[in-house]
């Protein structure tokens, strides 16, 4: 009998035998090889290349010492038995180059893993040749500096399972044809669609419903718009769906079933409405509801406390109402997020600072707008908290001392518009290490200014009653991104090193403070300003000429201060400045300037009202606004700085929006925020002469036109009547003649219109919106007549304007006694008719001479 010991061994030669090729490794193939490798010889390698990434290395550097075999090299992967290369992941490489059409990396066909994420590609197209590759399951080319339109080739990849083309930046690249139908239809394998930030503008196609391999969707950011397909919640495997930032994106949440396998569902910044079902609280496997500025309305379900897998519950900036408490939620051991902030809830907090059920996970609190009297006691268990938003609630007092030491860990705090007068213990300077974001601003804080710790990046403690200097440790705030001191009551001189502390700095506002002295001139080249806000304080002297230095400004006002010197031309080679503000200053002379080319060429509002600038209006100026020639008013952003803080992917603040006070329609008004489609021009209150020009007409997009209080002539052009946009027209106190143009009967959204107080003649015009204007937009024109004068126009026509003597009123007194009859100028058969007038002259003519003189005069 053989033992049981001969039959293993024999077993164990036989299967060596017959199965020894899978024991062996085929070596790559040599066409394969040098395929490698022609392909990382065609491009650079550079360490900025892959800067997203802090784990990124130079794995094709490697590859020679590595040996010959191919398929042992870092990054590459061969199939086991023939030896063809199939998985190539040289993402985060510090690639820099272009792909072309006839790469070396379109012969490697049996590719089924390709991942050249995280690179930098040169702002290249996608080669269409991607296509050649159709064994491809797998594509990353996100975040690489691929630009244009993607290839419809990509469509020919069946076979697909992961695609993933998210660009560098909003619009770098584009999905228009083939679209985002055309692309996916034939994909029905797709398992991962990540399209993030592609400029696909289009509605989601329903075929996305019919794709049940999908298990994660983010097409955040798209310029998606329309109602989204419902039935794709129900698609049977999805458990990623990301659709945020689509604001023209329409939905509701449908009535979920307990199969779904939903993990994260983000929706925030779209208009989503309706009601949360209580079915929500179904989503056993849910980790992230994100709903932040959605339309959601009515209550919250209680249901989503017991949703145990949560780690983020984001439902800021809706319009969610009624009673919420909140200690269910902080007993869910996994929540690491959770906010409230910006809805109508009144938030309920039953548990106390010695309760033990508190989750110690948490790490981002946002408890903004929930009617909080005080701060929370449970705070006190915290201990891992970084973000904490407490802003808009009705809490009063001090600032108590533990609120900067409860965590170490702390990096975000927002305690804005509240009721708070002080600090709990004085404060010569914060004394957290970690702290990055500190809004103090609208509340009643009356002390002296502390000094953030040195980390800080964001400092925002406008609207409160702090007085005193900066201090002069300030200049060591390296890290400074945003400093908002504006409207408190600081004094003293500005810190000469507040142009040059700081090259991350790029918010600046002063504003409404007692600063004086001159600005200072230590402006340094390189800096990363973007709004420098110095108004409504006694600064005094000229604007700094190394302000030009300050290549990135798009906002710049030092209005109501004591200013004195000529227009700052030389600051139109600042080709971001967007909004320049000198009004209420001592700025004197002509408006010259350099023939520069670069005339602020992206400027859309200009106020330089309240000064004694004198000379022509600035013609050559107008020409060269191109910026507000642009009449285009479906874009509805606000200006803003989009240094918007983040954490953990979540958005913690609304970018910094521009808000500026400027006289509209009459009345000086604050703007929060400002339109980029809003364009003005405020010259009034100078001493401009001469006459308005033409080219005034080419400036379409002006929703503003003050130029009041000068001393301007001449007729009112034509060109006005182009000024399609315009809102509010106010020309009055200068020395204008003529007639108002009919043209102007064209501005269909004019709601103020002032002339009052010039010499202007003839009929007021009608229709429109001139209907609706009131006798105050035309007083002290003795020659207009016509509705909502009560002078009428003699046979419906205007009448000759008085004429002034040198002699007084005298000879005005006895024309108006006797009023005025017309002298006729007729024309027949070819003849011109002219009657001479002495100091009267009555001439009797025929009714219809008199109507070809009227309709002379009034063409002017």
């Not at 594509?139 to 690489?144: E, F, I, Q």
């Not at 076979?159 to 228009?176: D, F, I, W």
């Not at 679209?179 to 399209?195: D, K, Q």
């Not at 790029?506 to 420098?532: E, M, R, S, Y």
Request: hydrophobic share 40%.
């Amino acid at each position: 009998m053989v033992s049981s010991s001969a039959h293993f061994l024999f077993f164990t030669v036989l299967i060596v035998f017959f199965f020894q090729p899978c024991f062996q490794h085929s070596l790559c193939r040599r066409d394969e090889r040098l395929a490698l490798l022609q392909f990382k010889e065609s491009f650079v390698v550079d360490k900025h290349a892959s800067f997203d990434d802090p784990f990124a290395y130079p794995k094709a550097n490697f590859w020679k010492s590595q040996g010959k075999d191919c398929c042992f090299w870092e990054g590459i992967q061969c199939d086991q038995d023939i030896g063809h290369v199939i998985s190539l992941d040289l993402s985060s490489s510090y690639l820099f180059g272009s792909i072309n059409f006839n790469s070396s990396l379109f012969h490697l066909i049996h590719l089924q893993h390709l991942n050249l994420a995280f690179n930098d590609f040169n702002y290249s197209k996608i080669p269409s040749a991607f296509s050649n590759l159709t064994s491809l399951t797998y594509l990353n080319l996100s975040n690489s500096f691929f630009v244009g339109q993607i290839p419809f080739e990509l469509s020919r990849l069946t076979s697909l399972s992961t695609l993933e083309l998210v660009p560098n930046y909003e619009g770098g690249l584009e999905l228009k044809m083939p679209n985002l139908r055309i692309l996916v239809e034939n994909l029905t394998s797709l398992e991962y669609l990540h399209l993030s930030g592609t400029k696909i503008n289009s509605r989601i196609p329903t075929t996305l419903a019919n794709m049940s391999s999908l298990r994660s969707i983010d097409l955040s950011d798209c310029g998606l718009f329309g109602e989204f397909p419902m039935a794709i919640f129900q698609l049977p495997k999805l458990q990623v769906l990301i659709v945020s930032f689509n604001v023209g994106l329409m939905g509701n949440l449908p009535e979920f079933q307990f199969h779904n396998q939903l993990t994260t569902l983000e929706i925030q910044n779209t208009k989503f409405s309706g009601k949360l079902p209580a079915s929500i609280g179904m989503l056993s496997s849910l980790e992230v509801l994100s709903i932040d500025n959605c339309n959601f309305s009515g209550l919250l379900p209680p249901s989503l406390g017991n949703l145990t897998k949560l780690q983020g519950l984001q439902c800021y900036n809706n319009k969610l109402s009624g009673i919420v408490e909140i200690d269910p939620f902080l007993k869910l051991k996994h929540l690491e997020a959770l906010s409230f902030s910006r809805n109508n809830i009144l938030l309920l907090i039953k548990t106390r600072e010695s309760a033990n059920t508190t989750t110690r996970k948490l790490r981002s609190l946002e408890l903004g707008s929930c009617s909080l009297k005080e701060f929370p006691s449970f705070l006190h268990n915290l201990d891992q908290l970084e973000i904490l938003d407490l802003s808009s609630n009705d809490i009063g007092g001090k600032i108590p001392k533990w609120i900067w030491t409860f965590s170490k860990s702390l990096s975000f705090l927002d305690l804005s518009h509240n009721s708070l007068t002080n600090f709990e213990k004085f404060l010569n300077a914060f004394p957290s290490s970690t702290l990055d974001y500190l809004d103090l601003s609208f509340n009643k804080l009356k002390a002296s200014l502390p000094i953030p710790p040195f980390s800080i990046s964001f400092f925002l403690v406008s609207e409160n009653k702090f007085s005193g200097g900066i201090p002069p440790e300030f200049c060591n705030l390296t890290s400074l991104q945003f400093l908002d001191l504006s409207h408190n009551n600081l004094n003293g001189m500005i810190p000469p090193c507040i142009g040059n502390f700081s090259k991350s700095l790029a918010i600046l506002n002063l504003q409404g403070n007692n600063f004086k002295g001159p600005i200072p001139p230590t402006w340094v080249d390189g800096n990363n300003l973007k709004l420098i806000k110095l108004g409504q304080n006694n600064l005094k002297g000229k604007l700094p000429r190394s302000l030009a230095n300050c290549r990135m400004l798009e906002f710049f006002d030092v209005g109501n201060n004591h200013i004195r010197d000529t227009f700052p031309y030389w600051l139109g080679t600042l080709l971001r400045l967007k909004i320049l503000i000198l009004h209420f200053n001592r700025f004197y002379g002509a408006i010259n300037g350099s023939e520069s080319d670069s005339l602020f060429p992206n400027l859309r509002i200009v106020d330089l009202s309240h000064n004694g600038f004198v000379g022509l209006l600035p013609t050559k100026y107008f020409e060269r606004w191109s910026a507000m020639v642009d009449a285009d008013r479906e874009n509805t952003k606000y200006w803003e700085a989009y240094d918007n803080y983040e954490w953990n992917n979540i958005m913690l603040l609304p970018s910094y929006h521009y808000s500026m006070t400027i006289t509209n329609k009459g009345v000086k008004m604050e703007y929060a925020q400002v339109l980029e489609i809003f364009s003005a021009i405020d010259l009034s209150c100078n001493k401009f002469e001469g006459e308005i020009p033409d080219v005034v007409g080419i400036l379409k997009g002006l929703e503003l036109l003050n130029l009041s209080n000068n001393i301007l002539v001449g007729p009112i052009p034509p060109t006005l009547g182009n000024l399609k946009n315009l809102e509010a027209l106010d020309l009055s106190q200068n020395k204008l003649t003529g007639s108002i143009p009919t043209q102007l009967t064209l501005l269909n959204f004019l709601a103020v219109f002032n002339i009052s107080h010039n010499h202007l003649v003839g009929p007021i015009p009608k229709g429109q919106q001139f209907d609706t204007f009131d006798n105050s937009s035309f007083d002290g024109n003795l020659g207009l007549c016509g509705l909502p004068l009560s002078r009428k126009c003699e046979n419906s026509k205007a009448l000759p304007p008085p004429f002034s003597t040198s002699n007084g009123n005298e000879d005005y007194g006895l024309l108006t006694e006797f009023g005025w009859k017309t002298v006729a100028l007729g024309y027949g058969c070819g003849f011109l008719v002219g009657v001479v007038m002495g100091n009267i002259v009555f001439a009797r003519t025929r009714e219809w001479l008199m109507r070809i003189y009227q309709t002379r005069l009034s063409r002017g």
